[in-house]
Nanobody, 122 residues
Framework: QVQLVESGGGLVQTGGSLRLSCTASGRTFSTLSMGWFRQAPGKEREFVAHITWSTHYADSVKGRFTISRDNAKNTVYLQMNSLKPEDTAVYYC??????????????????WGQGTQVTVSS
């Protein structure tokens, strides 16, 4: 079992920044493949970023968002800069304990956090 707790969401103006955190427990964190997803009202959950020993990003956030991890703190971060109203969504972190190279789809992850709301005002 893996427990994930996100924090750091909030309300920000267009062009602003936020940093999301996700702290994991229940498993050796360094072995986990970690991802961030988001879901806007009326839309499907979509991939944002992924990290193992390398990183991957959705095209919509590339150059603006940075995913990182601190294995000593069991935490993965999502630094979000140059935020746009279309980034408004509930952001979820997710963990995959059996990483096999797939990271883009929600079904690739076994554990999910509760989500944190990010709202970008225009």
């Amino acid at each position: 079992q893996v427990q994930l707790v996100e924090s750091g969401g909030g309300l920000v103006q267009t062009g602003g920044s936020l940093r999301l955190s996700c702290t994991a427990s229940g498993r050796t964190f360094s072995t986990l493949s970690m991802g961030w997803f988001r879901q806007a009202p009326g839309k499907e959950r979509e991939f944002v970023a992924h990290i193992t020993w390398s990183t991957h990003y959705a095209d919509s956030v590339k150059g603006r968002f940075t995913i990182s991890r601190d294995n000593a703190k069991n935490t993965v971060y999502l630094q979000m800069n140059s935020l746009k109203p279309e980034d408004t969504a509930v952001y979820y972190c997710a963990a995959d304990i059996n990483y096999s190279g797939n990271y883009y789809y929600a079904k690739d992850y076994e554990y999910w956090g509760q989500g944190t709301q990010v709202t970008v005002s225009s």
